[in-house]
């Protein structure tokens, strides 16, 4: 008990919040359909999603890490930003991997993308069909994994020198330049697009650049 409250609030709350709902995920049916995040011109897209995904994870090594990452790097920007300022940062920079990764979805299947369209609006398909062939298509996206490298982002801002000692990297690393080279590792994949790859590489690349973006307005402004 002692341990979850040296936690900073909304650290505490969303590690809570995602555990709920991964289980939630686990027992209700049809949960991961109606709440993970469909592509943005599929018929079972909901503005809801882009919150709920955020809380949600695809196996029980997805939330493992991505919760250890918000507690050991969250803890630390919520104490230096505040806890409101944090929430508000946290969602920010979740939405904004979301505008990242729509986006490469749509470069990469644009004529995909069209031809669903014509298909639909010719009466070829029908709503059934049109719905599951961007189900087909792209995957629904789950996870805080584009928020927490949005909190990635902000902690090497602010601690930028502070060395983080990881797994299977045999000497401590500055975080400025553990961040850098992540995201030069998560670009690169990114762009290879390997087959079978489902990672939401440009989800990761988009929250780490608008945390990037919003701290440093927020800096100009003086408001942190």
């Known amino acids: 008990m002692n341990f979850l409250n040296n936690i900073p609030p909304v650290t505490k709350n ?3 919040i995602n555990v709920l709902v ?4 686990n027992v209700v049916p049809g949960f991961n359909l109606n709440f993970g995040l ?4 599929s018929p079972d897209f909901q503005a809801y999603q882009l919150i709920t995904h955020m809380f ?4 029980f090594y997805h939330i493992l890490f991505n919760m250890y990452g918000v507690y050991m790097f969250g803890s630390a920007l919520e104490q230096r930003m505040g806890s409101q300022k944090f929430f508000s940062y946290f969602l920010m920079t979740g939405f904004g991997a979301v505008l990242l990764h729509f986006a490469s979805m749509y470069w990469e299947s644009y004529a995909v993308v069209n031809e669903i369209e014509q ?3 010719n009466g070829t398909i029908t ?6 062939a961007y189900f087909n298509t792209f995957n629904i996206t789950v996870g805080a ?4 490298f949005g909190v990635l982002a902000g902690f090497a801002m602010f601690f930028p020198n502070q060395r983080l000692f990881l797994m299977f990297v045999p000497v401590p690393i500055k975080a400025k330049y553990f961040v850098l080279f992540y995201a030069a590792y998560e670009l690169y994949i990114g762009i290879s697009n390997s087959p079978g790859d489902n990672i939401a590489h440009f989800a990761h690349l988009g929250g780490a650049l608008f945390g990037y973006i919003i701290i440093k307005s927020w800096k100009n402004k003086g408001t942190i």
Do not use: R
């Open 14 to 16: 969303i590690i809570i």
């Open 22 to 25: 991964y289980a939630l995920q």
């Open 38 to 41: 469909h592509f943005f011109k």
């Open 56 to 59: 949600m994870h695809g196996g």
């Open 119 to 121: 298909l639909f609006a």
């Open 127 to 132: 709503s059934e069909q049109y719905s599951t």
């Open 145 to 148: 994994s584009g928020a927490l």
